[in-house]
């Protein structure tokens, strides 16, 4: 009995001992797992920490881009430290109109003084750019770039170009060539412009009693102006605006018309020129008719063509084309159109990209 005591005070107090190294090993296990978390949470931060710097650095340097940007623009506007809201209504030193940075407001003038005398006065047109290379004086380039809309016509029927490409038609099909020449005729007709400084003169007296009151102000970039009245000078121009409302080649003539530029000639649609009254003023105005397909049709693309050359070739006039192909409906810029692109192809023609805002 005393052995079997012994032997069971012994078990008791090996029972104990396992007790006690159990609770020490999960006592382990549980520091254990509390360092590991402890561990997860220090390499988070240190991530965090990691992330949150490299995006202190990215907007560092978009700020530093943004302040860049900034004090570009300013010195594009001449505005210095100066808001727009207080240069905003300075008017210039040479025409007295209000000034935003190195835009003048053209309404505002319209609205101190009268549109008669505006649209009557006499204009000072830039030279056109062969006769300026030529080596005549600025006064008599301007009456011999003069041309009118029937001598372009005559220009554009007696051209080499043209008669080429129509007795390659003739010899294609069979067609005698005064037909073709006949058809070529009639194909010009419905096309061309015939400007008139009457009609013009007319038209912009109501287009300006328009924009006086719809718009309060029309901003007009006046060292975009000296550049595009240089590069008329010296080189033929194609504008080629916005076409976001109906109102972007009405104030592209206008700007045209008061700075003394050469007034453009507008490629319009077929579809302006069923309207009566509309089809007529805007042809004296300037706006020449084509149609929205003719790629099938040689004898109208080679006229098309050609007319248009004979503009971009003499600078007489800037040839104003929407690459939009259609006024926007939304608001927004849409795609371009490469078909009416590819045709006043010259090398040393100047493009000149402009955007008519208010």
């Known amino acids: 009995n005393r052995l079997i005591e012994n032997l069971q005070t012994e078990l008791q107090l090996k029972n104990q001992q396992l007790e006690e190294q159990s609770c020490e090993l999960r006592q382990t296990k549980s520091e254990q797992r509390q360092t590991e978390a402890l561990l997860a949470n220090e390499s988070a931060m240190k991530r965090d920490q990691k992330d949150a710097a490299e995006k202190r650095i990215c907007l560092e340097s978009q700020l ?30 040479k025409t007295g109109r209000p000034r935003k940075g190195v835009f003048e407001d053209l309404v505002d003038e319209r609205r101190q003084r ?35 809309p029937a001598d372009i016509n005559r220009d554009v ?18 067609r005698p060539m005064p037909e073709l020449m006949s058809e070529a005729g009639a194909i010009l007709d419905e096309m061309s412009h015939c400007l008139s ?63 003394d530029l050469p007034l ?32 099938t049709d040689r004898v109208y693309w080679l006229t098309f063509v050609e007319y248009v050359k004979t503009h971009v070739r003499d600078g007489l006039h800037p040839v104003e084309f929407f690459i939009e192909g259609t006024r926007s409906r939304t608001g927004k810029s849409l795609y371009p159109k490469t078909a009416v692109r590819g045709s006043p192809r010259y090398k040393w023609a ?9």
């Open 197 to 259: 400084m009457f009609a013009i003169r007319s038209f912009g007296y109501a287009v300006a009693k328009v924009m006086k009151r719809i718009y309060r102000g029309v901003f007009v970039n006046t060292e975009g102006i000296t550049q595009l009245r240089k590069a008329c000078s010296e080189y033929p121009v194609v504008l080629m605006p916005m076409h976001r409302s109906y109102a972007d080649f009405l104030l592209l003539s206008l700007v045209c018309y008061d700075y």
């Open 114 to 148: 009268g549109d008669l005398g505006w649209v009557l006065r006499t204009r000072r047109s830039v030279p056109s750019p062969a006769f300026c290379a030529a080596g005549t004086s600025a006064a008599s380039a301007a009456i011999k770039s003069s041309k009118s």
């Open 157 to 174: 029927l007696s051209s080499d170009r043209l008669t080429y490409g129509l007795r390659e038609i003739s010899l294609e099909t069979g």
């Open 350 to 358: 100047a493009v000149v990209l402009v955007r008519a805002r208010l």
């Open 264 to 295: 453009p000639a507008i490629a319009s649609a077929m579809d302006f020129m069923g309207m009566q009254l509309i089809g007529s003023i805007l042809r004296n105005c300037g706006a020449f008719f084509i149609r929205r397909s003719f790629a």
């Open 64 to 93: 530093s881009r943004m302040k860049a940007e900034v004090e570009r623009l300013n010195s594009e506007l001449n505005i210095g430290g100066c808001s727009l809201s207080r240069t905003l209504g300075r008017p210039t030193k």
